[in-house]
């Protein structure tokens, strides 16, 4: 069913402003606690894809100080090692030392994970596949807007930049040799009343690190200086000349705001699988429709049909339908159809009819209907969901991330070659022009 023919949204959709007005989001490293979580989640989710495609999976998992804890449903012919699994991910984050209270060969690992209920698998796989229904009932939605070039909100944008960087800074194991592997960043943009950054106003950057033998003010003295002049040039060198220009002397800095940040990551605080959906999907911009990602299969559309859903606002902003799309879709558990599909541009329509009108957001939302099956059946094989290409999407983000390709030896010793982040492709751009006149 189309929903919002001839809407026009309302002012809290988008801060449309008679002044200048800020917006702010937040990102959260790959060691964070519940990034930790969601990582072990979706390497867990990967290892039974890798050994059955058809795996049905729903992991959750609970890191506190020397503990990592996993549960949840799985309908399965594999066998997954969730032990040197969790330890392989714990490893790479970089949680190795003693010192963290939590590190990867000696945290104790709990396994509680069972079979899925068969009152919820009858209503997900059919006779025939492309009838399969939807893993659970739930809206899930998806953005973009045109500030960037990865068709993301710049803040959020900016935020993971932070932290990517900062990670592989830690990584090099050259420059802030200090660093440990929790951290958060925060950007807050400044707006123009017609929608457009002009400025940063404020970073917020907090990152767990060695205890100094310095005073503590000359600690936060090194840290500040080192984010200031080691970090933000190695972010700002790979951004367009433009968003280049937002970097100003005038910018605010909070850097370790609290002070000392010694005891961090699951030492610090407790974390858990799906605890970081903002971070995940667009930093509070567009909507979220409260499901979260790691550790479930592609039968749950919580996740698959969030991507779908970004994948069709990415096209339709590439395609020039609108400066900004939100799509939200909506399912009932067990059904294949979606119940309800609606379409906003926030006012910033381009497209137009045979007469020269501007498409309503309705108008807009039958078109997407004709040109995209949104059946979890047709969204799996569209993406390539039943491939264990997850573990990436874990930290930094699971939208506007480039495309690539991942090898994976597979249960029988193959050696395959997966497509990564295939919701990000704007192979629809075509096909949208032409069904728009565009």
């Known amino acids: 069913m189309v929903r919002g023919r001839g809407y026009r949204p309302r002012a809290h959709f988008i801060p449309f402003s008679l002044m200048p007005y800020l917006f702010t989001s937040e990102s959260v490293s790959e060691g964070h606690p519940d990034k930790v979580a969601d990582q072990i989640s979706d390497a867990i989710l990967d290892e039974f894809l890798r050994q059955d495609p058809q795996a049905k999976v729903a992991c959750e998992t609970l890191v506190t100080t020397g503990l990592v804890v996993v549960a949840g449903e799985v309908k399965s012919s594999a066998y997954v090692d969730v032990q040197s699994v969790a330890r392989d991910v714990i490893r790479r984050i970089g949680y190795t030392k003693a010192e963290y209270k939590f590190e990867a060969e000696s945290c104790g690992i709990l396994s509680a994970l069972h079979e899925q209920s068969p009152d919820i698998n009858q209503g997900v796989e059919r006779q025939k596949p492309e009838d399969q229904g939807a893993g659970d009932q739930g809206m899930m939605f998806g953005y973009a807007t045109n500030e960037t070039a990865n068709y993301m909100p710049l ?15 830690r990584k090099e194991g050259q420059q802030m040799t200090y660093l440990r592997p929790d951290a958060k960043s925060q950007v807050t943009i400044r707006y123009s009343d017609d929608n457009a950054p002009e400025a940063i106003d404020a970073i917020v950057v907090s990152t767990q690190h060695d205890d100094f033998d310095e005073s503590e003010e000359k600690m936060l003295q090194q840290i500040n200086e080192d984010v200031k002049q080691i970090l933000i040039p190695r972010v700002t060198a790979d951004l367009s000349p433009e968003v280049q220009g937002l970097f100003t002397d005038q910018i605010i800095y909070h850097i370790n705001p609290t002070g000392k940040f010694v005891i961090g990551g699951p030492h610090g605080d407790s974390g858990l699988t799906g605890r970081k959906i903002i971070v995940d999907t667009y930093g509070g911009k567009g909507a979220h429709g409260g499901g979260a990602f ?48 609606y379409v906003t541009t926030y006012g910033t329509t381009k497209a137009k009819d045979a007469a020269g009108n501007l498409l309503t957001d309705g108008q807009i939302a039958e078109k997407v209907q004709q040109l995209f099956d949104m059946r979890p059946y047709a969204i799996v094989q569209r993406f390539g969901l039943q491939n264990p290409i997850f573990g990436q999407t874990a930290a930094y983000g699971h939208m506007g991330r480039q495309p690539g390709q991942k090898q994976v030896t597979m249960k029988d010793g193959e050696t395959k070659t997966f497509d990564t982040f295939t919701w990000e492709k704007l192979d629809y751009v075509d096909k949208i022009k032409e069904a728009f006149g565009l």
């Open 155 to 169: 803040a959020l944008d900016l935020s993971h930049r932070l932290l990517r960087e900062l990670s592989a800074i």
């Open 294 to 341: 790691s550790g479930k299969d592609s039968s749950k559309v919580d996740r698959s049909a969030a991507y779908a859903a970004r994948h069709i606002a990415k096209n339709l902003v590439a395609a020039g339908v609108a400066d900004q799309v939100l799509v939200q879709v909506a399912y009932a558990i067990g059904v294949a159809k979606p119940v309800g599909l």
